[in-house]
Structure formats: C-alpha cells, structure tokens
C-alpha cells in the first residue's frame, strides 16, 4: 500500500514538473518576444493587446482563429503521435500538402456520387496521400535507418515542387484569378455548420472527435500503454516482448494520414479547391505545439488556439501598427529552441521545487 502511494506521489510530482516546466517556456518566449519588439521599436504591451483584439474582437474574428485550429490541430496530432513512439516527425507539412492533393483529386474526379459518399471517399484520399508519403521516409528509416529528420526536410521541399507541378499542369484551372486546381465537385464539401458572421464548417468536429480517440487511445488501452513504452526505451520494449519496429511504423505511417486530413479539410471546407501554397506553414506550427503538450490531445487544442489567435491577430497587427506577421515565426523559433533546452529547465525547475519543499 505504501509503496503505491509513493508511486503516486512520484507521478504527480512528475506531471507537476511538466506543467511547470510548459508554464516556464511559454513565460520566456513571451519575454523574448517583448524584447525583440522592443528592439524593433514597439511597445510590447500595445502589440499584445493588438494580437489579443485582432484575435478575438468579434464574433467574425473567433470563427476565423477556429476555422485556423483545425488544420494546426490536425498537424500538431500528427506530430504528437509520434511523440508517444519516441520519434519527431517533422514531416508533417509535405504529408498535410499531398493529403491535400488526394482530396483534390477525388473531389475533381469522382462525379456523380451523393455527398454522403463522395465526403468520406475524398478524406479518406487525403489520409492515404499522406500516409503513403509519410511511408517512404518510414521505410528507409526502419530498413536502412536512414536519418529520419534528413529525409523528413527533404520530402516537405518535395511535397510544395509536386504541388506547384499538379497545380500548373495537371489539375489546374486555366480561368482561375490565381495558381488553383479545377474546383471540387460541389458534393465534396464539408458542410457548414454556420455561415453568419462566418462559416465554419464540419471541420472542427472531426477534429475534436479524433482528439477524443488519440485520448483513449494514448491513456486506456494496451496498445497505447505499449506504444509509450516505446517512446521511452526502445531496448527495454524489445526486451519485453513488444514489436518496436511495428508501433514505430503505426506511428509515423498513422501520423502521416492525420496529417493528410488536415490538407483535405482544407481543401474541401475551406477553398473548394487546390491552390499552390495554400498552407502557411501548418504543418511547422504543430511542432512545438505537439512537443509543449508532450502529445496530449486536450493541450493540443489548446495550444492550436492560441497558435490559430497568433496567425489571425499578427495580420491585424500588421495592418494597424506596422509590426510584422513573422512575429508568429519569432514565437515559432522561440519555443523549439526552448523546448530543445526541456531537460535543463526540468532540472532547474526540479531543483526549484525540491528546495521549496525543504
């Protein structure tokens, strides 16, 4: 008995260490951020409060920070999946762009079919695009080992060429305003779910019920239990019978499909159809989102709201103060250096925590 309560003790210390261990990057970023603008020759507190309004100011501006965390969210879960196996995926952005290609073709192509089959046929193309471009690095990895991170750059270039190529010449509309694919067959769109002040649509319930799955999935199955046990020593996992290479490859292959539903549910609920350079960096955006919430599902969300308010304010604030949108790529840049320093600020903030304590 006592030694459960000591197990417990041991857990809620550690989960209490993460907490304050997030809590203390997102504080330096912030104080990062303030001194660059600073620099620059803005007042902090003027910006922030801009980003803050140009976010969240009216109900238009919320439906537009919502409609910005699904494909965040979506990206940031890919990346999280992987987490939990011990491997970084930073492949998201090429399997988010090609997914989108796959839901382009199959909403361009199959004519015909009510939407309640044509819908789920062009997300399910989305996830296999985006899980077949995830399976290439995969396999070079878990064959030759090949350097993961190497490979996962590489394709991300490949992935916006390919797309730029099927824009122009295989897909693309000649009477289109800008670089676009031929539009999607009206039986592929996502539904909205309101149009006024503006649309949001189906999007965003998709996205929170396969939140609710990765939960289950992460923190009250076998599988999910095995897969952690993964992530944390891959020798120790070996040796207790678990088929390391077999969750590596579910991880990294899986994370490529959700990945892939974040370009179709672009494309099919927000823009009807494939434009060159759609993505503003999506896939990059769930990287330090996923690795801050060490893959939980329920600080992804969080944590792709706030990314979304960035993206949505910082354009305000360009347009009102003059300051940059790239401030989003200064935050961006901020926290993955940060997080890459996690373990030193686990230690000092454990080392703060014990001395407290005494």
Not at 110 to 132: D, E, R, T, V
Not at 176 to 194: R, T
Not at 227 to 240: D, E, H
Not at 287 to 296: E, F, R, S
Request: charge should be positive; charged fraction near 10%; proline fraction near 4%.
């Amino acid at each position: 008995m006592s030694k459960r309560i000591a197990e417990e003790k041991q857990k809620d210390k550690h989960v209490l260490i993460q907490a304050l261990t997030t809590v203390f990057i997102i504080v330096i970023a912030m104080l990062i951020l303030c001194v660059v603008l600073l620099i620059s020759g803005n007042n902090p507190v003027q910006v922030i409060s801009a980003l803050v309004v140009g976010a969240f100011g009216s109900p238009a501006k919320i439906i537009n920070v919502l409609n910005k965390t699904v494909p965040i969210c979506f990206a940031a879960l890919a990346v999280g999946l992987a987490k939990q196996g011990g491997i970084f995926n930073i492949g998201v952005e090429g399997q988010l762009i090609f997914g989108a290609l796959g839901s382009a073709i199959a909403g361009i192509y199959l004519q015909g079919l009510p939407a309640w089959i044509h819908i789920p046929l062009s997300l399910l193309a989305g996830m296999l695009f985006g899980a077949l471009y995830a399976l290439i690095p995969t396999a070079m990895f878990l064959k030759r080992r090949v350097n993961l991170l190497v490979v996962f750059i590489l394709m991300n270039n490949v992935a916006k060429q390919l797309i730029t190529y099927f824009v122009f010449v295989v897909i693309g509309d000649p009477a289109a305003m800008s670089p676009a694919s031929l539009p999607l067959q009206e039986s592929a769109w996502l539904p909205n779910i309101m149009t006024s002040p503006g649309k949001l649509n189906i999007g965003i319930f998709i996205m929170l019920g396969l939140c609710a799955v990765l939960y289950f999935l992460y923190y009250k199955t076998t599988a999910g239990f095995r897969m952690k046990a993964v992530g944390l020593n891959r020798t120790a996992s070996a040796y207790a019978g678990i088929s390391v290479n077999r969750y590596l490859f579910v991880v990294l292959v899986l994370g490529g499909a959700i990945a892939g539903l974040a370009g179709s549910v672009e494309v099919m609920g927000t823009y009807h159809r494939l434009y060159d350079g759609f993505s503003p960096g999506y896939g990059f955006d769930g990287i330090p989102i996923a690795l801050l919430a060490n893959g939980n599902p329920i600080g992804i969300i969080v944590g792709s709201i706030l990314f979304a308010a960035l993206r949505v304010g910082s354009l305000s604030v360009q347009l009102e103060m003059g300051v940059s949108s790239e401030i989003v790529s200064v935050i961006q840049g901020t926290l993955i250096v940060l997080i890459a320093c996690e373990y030193i600020l686990k230690f000092a903030v454990a080392k703060l925590a014990n001395r407290k304590k005494g």
